[in-house]
């Protein structure tokens, strides 16, 4: 009955969502937070940088929410952003720089533009014009391009030669730029040449990391690591004199960076928010309603003000009276370690803050670690029935019986008190701790179940089917073991690669899964062992973006699907891996970033990442199959598809097909439904009208013998 109306619970989603042509993206899901590193604004919208998690985008100019735009960067680590009225540019402290031109139909991606750039570790950006920028790197100079990116030169300077190039602004018909040691200089020819723009308050001064440009009062302010320091007349004088600009702040005050809206200065600090109006310095907290006082960056924004912090994400308030209110919804890169969900509704989530359960569908969250005694180390979740245990880095195993209101140890019998990963059958639970070693729960002890691996064995996952565990290993393949009793066995026929990163099986336990780095998903008989390599796992944009479709990361069961991640993509089959499609959109998912676990809700898919929290996708993207071990391969290959690939129509050949088809189903490489055939019977050929866009796409025959899948290529 229960699975009777999963199903029906699937198929009524499908419908609504093939009935209005509608299909979503995977979104975030919290919680939501974390760190800001840079910031911009252009035109209506502000995008914020983060120390890993990417870059975000407000959803509108009343930041009411943001988006996020991972998809195409190597690296999240941003650390400079620009705008040059029709371009969009991202500096990473380790990648380089990044365009935000590329399409894939009508969603947006990052495209890599290194060329001529000696040194990736970018510290600031600068656009002079829609197509040309300056760009500063970390101990490597300055280079331009004058044709927004496809190439780059070095700017050649004895100032700035082999320097930390931190800021770069423009001061009337001045370019200023700022060294990490040497200070201050400027440029009046747009870039090419360059001399020191300094006094004894500047001149060779360490820690020169932020500079900003007062228009309306021609100020330009300059942060070291002896203070604040504020120019007059900066675009026009060439004898600059430097004047410490410190008066109201408290001693010790480590300044970040510096902003200004025209009125008025903004100072980020380690002890918040700063503000003074220009000309007579008098600095000021700044303060109200904030939740943290570690503060990166102030963006002043047209009659409102937000700041980005350390850890706690992104704050706003009107700039004419201070009143700070959270403003991260889908800001979400908090470093999350785990992931679990539950029925309808539960996800339960570790982050660097601690255990937060939803209740809700992640819509919101509440701290959950009352006895959680090293909440901040959670390396693992996992559900046993309605009780949540968790794997800690120092504190060993907590179990909750009431989803996370309280939490007791549970430890006895193990060794070692770091705990990597939780495992949980119908009817029982396992874990894998630092050392390696597996335990099984007995009772109320940990009891060790190692007996037949190989000294050195290095366990990646677990899996079960039928009455046996199904070990994954990281370089000695896989091994199979009673659940009650005995010993490990090897069982690598035909895995020609012994680096298992995860396994899985599906619900009959009749086909059970590997998932390997570099060699795609193997897939077995459960009663024959013998291996026997899937259909290549890739999406054709992240194979686009050079992301690895071989290297697995994690698998998973649900519904009739097996699913497999990698990074910044998970696909699923139902046909035991003759094909795959794309678990749901994956725009959203981080290129730069692991899918390392794969959860489920009633009618939802989620996904956890390292450093952008939890994505989520409605289960209903996914075509409603019968049952995973109906699909019949001998069929399959009866069948044949001509012209293929083709320009539009195309035959589906019948001729030699020993089975009587009952209707016939097309759906592309997302998953959507483009076509169903009912009256099909005695058929030979069946021509298909397909006035589909270009793309790959699979014809899915149900006939009495089962199902039988073919692919055809539109061009």
């Known amino acids: ?407 007791t140890a549970a430890n006895s019998g193990l060794t070692n008190l770091n705990i990597k990963k939780i495992f949980a059958s119908n009817t029982n639970v396992y874990v894998l701790d630092a050392n390696n070693v597996l335990f099984q729960l007995v009772g109320s002890t940990w009891t060790s179940i190692q007996t037949g691996l190989p000294t050195g064995t290095v366990p990646s996952s677990l899996a079960f089917y039928g009455t046996k565990l199904l070990l994954g290993t990281l370089g000695q393949g896989v091994f199979t073991r009673d659940v009650t009793s005995g010993s490990w066995t090897a069982a690598n026929t035909g895995l020609t690669n012994l680096n298992v990163t995860s396994v899985a099986a599906n619900a009959s336990g009749k086909k059970i899964f590997a998932g390997t780095d570099g060699s795609g998903v193997f897939v077995s008989d459960a009663t024959s062992l013998s291996w026997k390599q899937t259909s290549p796992v890739s999406i054709e944009h992240t194979t686009l973006m050079g992301l690895d479709g071989s290297k697995i990361q994690e698998m998973a069961y649900y519904a009739g699907y097996i699913f497999a991640s990698y990074r910044g993509g998970l696909l699923a089959t139902s046909d035991n891996g003759t094909t795959w499609i794309a678990g749901g959109n994956q725009f959203n998912l981080p290129s730069y970033t692991a899918v390392y676990r794969i959860s489920f809700v009633t009618t939802r898919v989620f996904v956890t990442t390292e450093n952008n929290a939890l994505y989520s996708n409605a289960l209903s993207e996914l075509p409603t199959i019968t049952d995973i071990d109906e699909v019949n391969n001998a069929l399959s290959a009866s069948i044949s598809i001509s012209p293929n690939p083709t320009k539009g129509d195309f035959n589906i050949q019948l001729k030699d097909l020993d089975a009587t088809v009952n209707s016939i189903t097309i759906f592309d490489n997302m998953g959507r439904l483009m076509q169903t055939m009912t009256q099909v019977k005695g058929m030979e050929t069946i021509t298909v009208s397909a006035n589909y866009p270009t793309g790959l796409y699979f014809v899915r025959l149900n006939t009495d013998k089962g199902i039988a899948v073919k692919k055809v290529v539109i061009e």
């Not at 990417?54 to 988006?67: I, Q």
């Not at 902003?259 to 100072?267: I, K, Q």
């Not at 996800?347 to 009352?370: C, H, I, P, Q």
């Open 1 to 407: 009955m229960k699975n009777l109306l999963l199903r029906s619970l699937i198929l009524l989603s499908l419908f609504i969502g093939t009935t209005h042509k509608a299909l979503a993206h995977f979104g975030s899901k919290g919680p939501f937070g974390g760190y800001v590193t840079c910031s911009m604004v252009y035109d209506s919208l502000v995008y914020l940088g983060t120390a890993n998690g990417g870059v975000y985008r407000s959803t509108n100019s009343n930041l009411v929410a943001w988006s996020a735009l991972p998809v195409g960067l190597k690296s999240g680590k941003i650390s400079a952003l620009a705008h040059t009225g029709s371009y969009l540019f991202a500096g990473t402290l380790d990648s380089g720089v990044y365009i935000f031109n590329g399409y894939v139909g009508t969603d947006r991606h990052w495209i890599k533009i290194n060329t001529g750039l000696a040194n990736l570790k970018v510290k600031s950006l600068l656009a002079l014009d829609s197509i040309t920028l300056l760009l500063g790197t970390e101990g490597g100079g300055l280079y331009k391009t004058t044709n927004k990116g496809a190439t780059w030169t070095a700017i050649s300077s004895a100032s700035l030669n082999n320097a930390s190039v931190t800021a770069l602004v423009k001061v009337g018909s001045r370019i200023i730029a700022s060294t990490l040691a040497g200070g201050v200089f400027v440029s009046n020819d747009n870039g090419s040449n360059w001399t020191s723009f300094n006094d004894a308050n500047t001149l060779n001064i360490g820690g020169t990391i932020s500079l900003a440009y007062n228009a309306t009062s021609n100020e330009l302010a300059v942060i070291n690591k002896n203070g604040l320091y504020i120019l007059t007349n900066a675009s026009t004088t060439t004898t600059p004199v430097f004047n410490a600009a410190q008066t109201g702040l408290a001693t010790g005050t480590v300044l970040r960076s510096i902003a200004t809206n025209g009125t008025n200065w903004y100072l980020a600090t380690d002890k918040g928010v700063y503000a003074t109006p220009t000309g007579t310095i008098n600095w000021t907290a700044a303060n109200s309603g904030l939740k943290t006082t570690d503060v990166v960056v102030v963006v002043p924004f047209r009659t409102s003000l937000v700041v980005g912090t350390n850890k706690e994400g992104v704050f706003k308030t009107a700039a004419s009276s201070i009143a700070w209110v959270e403003n991260n919804t889908n800001y979400n890169n908090v470093v999350t370690y785990s992931m679990e969900t539950s029925g309808v509704a539960v996800v339960v989530a570790a982050t660097e803050n601690g255990v937060f359960v939803s209740t809700d569908l992640a819509a919101t969250y509440a701290r959950a670690n009352k006895g959680l005694t090293d909440s901040l180390n959670v390396n693992y979740l996992r559900f046993f029935g309605t009780v949540l245990y968790a794997g800690t880095k120092n504190g060993g195993v907590f179990v909750s019986a009431d989803t996370g209101k309280t939490w």
